[in-house]
């Protein structure tokens, strides 16, 4: 398969079903903003920053998080020995879907993912408002149950769309699947007849690491919460919230295109090889949606960390009240907003960084991560001490500051000797970045006198200002970048093809 065919179908897989997210998106957005009208900063900390997950460690974690961590008052919290129980075991449920979900995304099967995510989540977002509504009292019972049906039903999706596949061999045969049966899925004898391969296992091993450390740096302000008690449940539960709606467009937007570009360059590029020492067309292709994409990040981050700064106050206003848009909620949005742009930013150069690093490279590459991930604890820890739970929002972003860097070097190195430069798409005219400059003054400003105790008609005439300057940078990135706009034009936004896969 070409490099272009290879590019036609990341791009189908990262644009193919974005509408139907966004509508599911936004019915859950509707649900949990009526759930946290009934719920407590209390009952949304514990639930949302406590409970790390893993098929290991649910026991062992379950009873640390009983036996030696501080309980929450049983008046406050009720039934929190069953709910860590619950999601232990929910855990267990969600790792038995894990190879179908592998198997799904290695052969780019769009609408499945799509649908059993969106679905499970839906459900999830239905239960949870309908047991808050009806059983307030329950407590985590409500999140425990709500978390259980979500993993079960994003299991079975996946269960039952291969059982049909592999249960007609003539599908299995179009599909082009690496297995035959279901049980091909389940843990068997080699042809050697060891129960490991240890050269799959070596690079699995690799890989592990890599996501361990990876995992730290991403969730790392949960165990710091969690095992230092730097913040009350309250201001964990807020901060949770924030960090949710942040990451909302960097869920829906950033993550569908960083797997299946990743996709994309894994295929196309050659991970033992110089970029000198390949088909210079593959290269050539990998370099030119590289910058493009890099471009699109950068654009997309500067636009939320701009326009976010004015509109933070009014977004938590309206989406969870007073609980949210007094005190630290409008501060942690508005640096959530900042973290988004180099959250874009790292997506985009760790999905090629990642895909063409060597194994030698990627265990290099791990050690770097270890040293990130024991500052990044220490920095959380001290900057939270030092001004609240912003200190985490802080320290995230030095994480993604050093991240960037990593993969910016690597990315130089690939391409020194060759004469393409992807790091261009870094790179802004400065009539958009004036304009960026001018929008975010007046945003700013328009916040100050029309927003937020003014009434809604004062609101609404911020909201307008708003939309006026976004229109106008909007138009000035139509003008000034037109290599972009024909990138989305002719990939993410190309025709839709015959989808065998779905």
């Known amino acids: 398969m070409g490099s272009r065919e290879v590019l036609g179908q990341a791009a189908r897989l990262a644009s193919s079903g974005l509408l139907l997210q966004v509508l599911f998106r936004l019915i859950t957005f509707v649900l949990n903003a009526f759930i946290l009208r009934f719920l407590s900063k209390e009952i949304v900390g514990i639930v949302n920053v406590r409970v790390p997950l893993g098929v290991f460690w649910s026991l062992f974690l379950g009873w640390v998080w009983l036996q030696l961590l501080e309980v929450p008052d049983p008046h406050v919290v009720p039934h929190y020995g069953t709910g860590v129980v619950m999601f232990g075991f929910s855990a267990v449920v969600e790792l038995l879907g894990e190879p179908f979900w592998v198997l799904a995304q290695a052969h780019m099967f769009v609408k499945l993912k799509v649908i059993a995510e969106s679905l499970s989540v839906i459900l999830k977002s239905v239960l949870t408002a309908l047991l808050v509504l009806w059983l307030p009292h329950w407590g985590l019972y409500v999140f425990s149950l709500a978390q259980l049906f979500y993993t079960t039903v994003l299991v079975l999706c996946y269960v039952i769309y291969f059982a049909k596949i592999l249960g007609s061999p003539e599908s299995a045969k179009q599909q082009a699947l690496p297995v035959s049966s279901m049980t091909d899925l389940l843990p068997s004898m080699t042809k050697s007849r060891a129960f490991v391969n240890w050269e799959e296992a070596k690079l699995t091993w690799s890989f592990f ?162 040293a990130l991930s024991s500052s990044f604890l220490m920095l959380s820890y001290v900057l939270t001490r030092w001004c609240g739970s912003v200190g985490f929002i802080l320290a995230n972003c030095f994480n993604m500051g050093i991240r960037i860097t990593q993969s910016l070097r690597f990315i130089y190195r690939y391409y020194r000797k060759s004469p393409h430069r992807p790091l261009a798409g870094l790179s802004l005219p400065p009539v958009l970045l004036g304009t960026f400059a001018v929008s975010g003054g007046i945003t700013a400003a328009s916040e100050v006198f029309l927003c937020c105790e003014w009434g809604w008609l004062a609101r609404l005439a911020h909201i307008a200002v708003g939309a006026l300057c976004l229109g106008v940078t909007l138009g000035t990135a139509f003008l000034t970048e037109t290599k972009l706009i024909h990138f989305l034009r002719t990939q993410l936004g190309m025709p839709r093809l015959a989808d065998k896969t779905t």
């Not at 690491?209 to 730290?216: G, M, N, R, V």
């Not at 360059?265 to 020492?277: H, I, P």
């Not at 609980?323 to 949005?333: A, D, I, Q």
């Open 209 to 370: 690491k890599q996501s361990f450390l990876k995992q730290i740096l991403t969730e790392g302000e949960r165990y710091v919460m969690t095992f230092l008690n730097v913040l009350n449940f309250g201001d964990q539960g807020v901060y949770d919230i924030v960090n949710n709606l942040g990451s909302l467009v960097a869920r829906l937007i950033f993550q569908p295109i960083e797997e299946s570009f990743y996709i994309f360059f894994a295929k196309v590029l050659e991970r033992e090889k110089d970029a000198t020492l390949q088909k210079q067309e593959d290269v050539a292709v990998a370099a030119a949606v590289l910058e493009s994409l890099l471009k699109l990040a950068l654009l997309t981050g500067l636009t939320i960390t701009v326009f976010g700064f004015a509109y933070s106050q009014l977004v938590l206003d309206i989406y969870g009240g007073v609980m949210l848009s007094s005190g630290s909620g409008p501060v942690l949005l508005r640096a959530y907003c900042l973290y988004v742009l180099l959250l874009a930013i790292n997506g985009v150069t760790e999905c090629f960084t990642f895909a063409a690093m060597s194994k030698e490279e990627v265990d290099r590459y791990n050690f770097t991560m270890l």
